[in-house]
Structure formats: structure tokens, C-alpha cells
């Protein structure tokens, strides 16, 4: 599969977080909040901040300059997540 950052993520498309890298703090909120490593999300509207469809609900996530998100991309369309 393809594994891309976050922010590569077009309109629709879907994918599995592979990995979260950056400071301990940040990538533990995340988790917090649902991203984490093995978590399906599908980009609704990308940018900064971008909105996400994960677990039912939708977050907005602005992820800091270091830290980046790697997601692998699965498909796309109008899956409900």
C-alpha cells in the first residue's frame, strides 16, 4: 500500500494511520483524540486545519510543523468512517 502524510490526503480519500512521528506530547494528544496508529480516517476537507471522519465522528486537526502524520492510503469514495 501507499503510505503518504496526512496532508496528501485529497476530498474523500481514505486510509489507515500508519504512524505518528514527532514530539511525545503531541502524538499523545492525538491518540486522545482517536489518531492513532491502525485508526481508518477519510479526509472531508483538506488544509490546515483539516477535517476528518474517524470512529463515527468528525474532528478538525491542525497538526503542528513538527510533527507529520503518515496514513496509508486505502480507497476512495463516499464511505461513511
Given at each position: 500500500m501507499d503510505t503518504i502524510p496526512l496532508d496528501?490526503?485529497?476530498a474523500g480519500e481514505m486510509g489507515q494511520i500508519a504512524w505518528i512521528d514527532?514530539?511525545?506530547?503531541?502524538?499523545?494528544?492525538?491518540?486522545e483524540?482517536?489518531?492513532r496508529q491502525g485508526t481508518t480516517i477519510r479526509m472531508i476537507q483538506p488544509g490546515s486545519p483539516?477535517?476528518?471522519?474517524?470512529?463515527?465522528h468528525r474532528m478538525s486537526v491542525r497538526v503542528d510543523s513538527e510533527t507529520q502524520v503518515f496514513v496509508?492510503?486505502?480507497?476512495?469514495?463516499?464511505?461513511t468512517v
Open positions: 496528501c490526503l485529497q514527532g514530539r511525545a506530547d503531541f502524538v499523545t494528544r492525538l491518540a483524540m482517536g489518531l483539516c477535517i476528518l471522519a474517524l470512529n463515527g496509508e492510503l486505502t480507497k476512495t469514495g463516499a464511505v
